[in-house]
T-cell receptor, first 113, second 115 residues
Framework: DSGVTQTPKHLITATGQRVTLRCSPR?????VYWYQQSLDQGLQFLIQ???????AKGNILERFSAQQFPDLHSELNLSSLELGDSALYFC????????????FGPGTRLTVT | AQSVTQPDIHITVSEGASLELRCNYS??????LFWYVQSPGQGLQLLLK??????LVQGIKGFEAEFKRSQSSFNLRKPSVHWSDAAEYFC?????????????FGQGTILTVHP
């Protein structure tokens, strides 16, 4: 158990819908990262937050957005969902952006039908 | 931009045999390198990491990896594989000396262990 929690574990929704994935980092970690794992793209970095502020952006679609709240939990919002958005979404955390190690949560499996 | 290549998509070994999973990276400066393991339906667990110093690093579950700058490689090894090692293994690189921590992953190597 890494100490990073993600909810829900599974999510099934229809095309065009909007969903919110939630992540709670390890106690004391200030930085949160979101990754997407899909069969065709592999594991890809989406976005990073540190202490409530966006720190780095990767291959994140405009239909996707994220935020980190004052209690340090983070939410990833996915809207206008398409079949291709079906994937495993991981959250990871680290004490600071410069920290070398990232600890991953169990992931949320999103299925878009 | 950094990149990672894992040349072997799928490797099959017998239980008790030795294992080497290959990883090649591309990055201009000194990289920070990692190996993660993902069991079916599970998240990613950090096996080991290299930042600097001794190029042979030890990790959990009896794994080790060797950083070879001249070959841009960071291969994962285990002398004797157990059935419970069957999983998918990911090599990752992080840009060193930056203030942000994006990890770039390889495509993964699926390990099957035969009894």
């Amino acid at each position: 158990d890494s100490g990073v929690t993600q909810t829900p574990k599974h999510l099934i929704t229809a095309t065009g819908q909007r969903v919110t994935l939630r992540c709670s980092p390890r106690s004391g970690d200030l930085s949160v990262y979101w990754y997407q794992q899909s069969l065709d793209q592999g594991l890809q970095f989406l976005i990073q937050y540190y202490n409530g502020e966006e720190r780095a952006k990767g291959n994140i679609l405009e239909r996707f957005s994220a935020q980190q709240f004052p209690d340090l939990h983070s939410e990833l919002n996915l809207s206008s969902l398409e079949l291709g958005d079906s994937a495993l979404y991981f959250c990871a955390s680290s004490p600071r952006p410069s920290s070398h190690e990232q600890y991953f949560g169990p992931g949320t499996r999103l299925t878009v039908t | 931009a950094q990149s990672v290549t894992q040349p072997d998509i799928h490797i099959t070994v017998s239980e008790g045999a030795s294992l080497e999973l290959r990883c090649n990276y591309s990055y201009g400066a000194t990289p920070y390198l990692f190996w993660y393991v993902q069991s079916p339906g599970q998240g990613l667990q950090l096996l080991l990491k290299y930042f600097s110093g001794d190029t042979l690093v030890q990790g959990i579950k009896g794994f080790e990896a060797e950083f070879k700058r001249s070959q841009s490689s960071f291969n994962l090894r285990k002398p004797s594989v157990h059935w419970s090692d069957a999983a998918e293994y990911f090599c990752a690189v992080r840009a060193g000396g930056t203030s942000y921590g994006k990890l770039t992953f390889g495509q993964g190597t699926i390990l099957t262990v035969h009894p």
